[in-house]
C-alpha cells in the first residue's frame, strides 16, 4: 500500500467561518473554505492520489438548482482546490444532486415522486460541465442513473473537457453503511435509494454494471461500499481492464472509531486490515476518511 493509491473524502460546507465536526464520523469534519484549503494543502504533501470533494450547500430545493450555479458551495471549492495544489494532486468532485435536493434523492422527481432518471441525467451533463471548467481533474457521478457516464462524457468532451476523467461509481449498493455520511452532508432523504442502487444480494449485476460503465467511458470504476463487498470488488478487477477503485464508507469509518472509543478493538490494527483487505481483494486506489492518517504512517 503507498499513499498515492488513497483518496480522502472532503466535506466543504457552505457559510463556516470554523470547521464543524461530523458527529457520526469522529474525527472527520464538515470544512469552511478556508479549511478546506489547508486539507487539500496536506493531501499533496502527504502524496495522496487525490481528494474527493462534497459540498454542502445553505439552500436545498427540489431541483438541487445550487448544484448549477458556479459560485455554489462545491463548484467554489473545487477553484479553491485547484488555486492551492494545481496538478500536484487530482482534485476530484462528487457528481451528484443528493447533497443539494431537499427531498435528498440523487436525482430530480418526476410527478409521481419517482426519480426521473433522463431529466437527472441532464442536470449532470451540466454540473460536469461547472466542475470541469471550476478545475476538477476528475469527476465522480455517484447517483447511478442508468446511462450517467456516456452522458457526462459526452457533455465533457462537448466543452472541450476531454482531458477530465470519469471515476464512475459502477455498483453502489443500497446500502445500510451511508448512514453516518448523511449526517455528514445534512441529508434530508426519506426513504431509500433501492429504486436507482444495487441489491446487496445480487454480485453478478455489479459486473454487468462495471462493464457498461467501461463501454459508456469510464477511466476508473468503483464499487461501493467496499468491506461487506470484498467479492464484488474482486470480480470486477477480474471483468475490466482500467483501474478498479473502492469506497471505505462512512459506516464502515464510524463502527471502527466507535468500537475503538470504547476500547474494543485495536483502532490502529482494525484500520490497518481494513485497508489492506480491500487492496488485496483488487481495489487498485481506496477512497477511505483515513487516507491521510494511512499515509502518515506509510511515510515514517
Ligand atoms: C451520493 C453519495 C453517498 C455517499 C457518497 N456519495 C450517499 C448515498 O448514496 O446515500 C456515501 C459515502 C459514505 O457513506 O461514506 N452523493
Known amino acids: 500500500m503507498s499513499p498515492g493509491q488513497l483518496v480522502l473524502p472532503l466535506f466543504v460546507a457552505e457559510g463556516l467561518s470554523e470547521p464543524r465536526p461530523v458527529a457520526s464520523m469522529p474525527g472527520v469534519v464538515q470544512h469552511s473554505r478556508e479549511s478546506l484549503r489547508k486539507a487539500v494543502s496536506e493531501a ?66 418526476d410527478d409521481s415522486g419517482a426519480v426521473d432518471n433522463d431529466a437527472t441525467l441532464e442536470i449532470y451533463a451540466q454540473m460536469a460541465q461547472i466542475h470541469a471548467a471550476s478545475g476538477a481533474h476528475f469527476v465522480g457521478p455517484s447517483g447511478m442513473m442508468d446511462g450517467q457516464v456516456a452522458r457526462v462524457r459526452l457533455a465533457l468532451d462537448e466543452s472541450g473537457r476531454s482531458n477530465v476523467g470519469i471515476l464512475a461509481y459502477a455498483a453502489k449498493y443500497a446500502s445500510s453503511f451511508y448512514g453516518p455520511f448523511r449526517d455528514a452532508v445534512n441529508s434530508s432523504l426519506v426513504g431509500d435509494r433501492r429504486t436507482y442502487q444495487q441489491d446487496p444480494a445480487n454480485g453478478r449485476e455489479a459486473v454487468r454494471e462495471a462493464l457498461l460503465d467501461v463501454a459508456e467511458g469510464a477511466d476508473i470504476v468503483m464499487v461501493k461500499p467496499a468491506l461487506g463487498f470484498l467479492d464484488v470488488i474482486a470480480r470486477v478487477r477480474d471483468a475490466v481492464d482500467i483501474p478498479v477503485a473502492a469506497y471505505n464508507v462512512s459506516g464502515e469509518y464510524s463502527m471502527i472509531e466507535a468500537a475503538a472509543e470504547r476500547g474494543w478493538i485495536d483502532r490502529q490494527s482494525a484500520i490497518e486490515e481494513s485497508v489492506i483487505s480491500i487492496r488485496r481483494a483488487g481495489a487498485d486506489i481506496v477512497l477511505t476518511y483515513w487516507a491521510a492518517e494511512l499515509a502518515h504512517q506509510l511515510r515514517n
Open 44 to 109: 499533496a504533501s502527504l502524496g495522496l492520489g487525490g481528494v474527493m470533494l462534497f459540498g454542502i450547500p445553505e439552500h436545498k430545493d427540489a431541483t438541487g438548482t445550487q448544484a448549477l450555479d458556479p459560485d455554489g458551495i462545491l463548484n467554489a471549492a473545487i477553484a479553491d482546490a485547484r488555486a492551492e495544489v494545481g496538478d500536484d494532486i487530482l482534485v476530484m468532485s462528487d457528481l451528484c444532486l443528493d447533497e443539494f435536493t431537499d427531498h435528498g434523492h440523487c436525482g430530480v422527481l
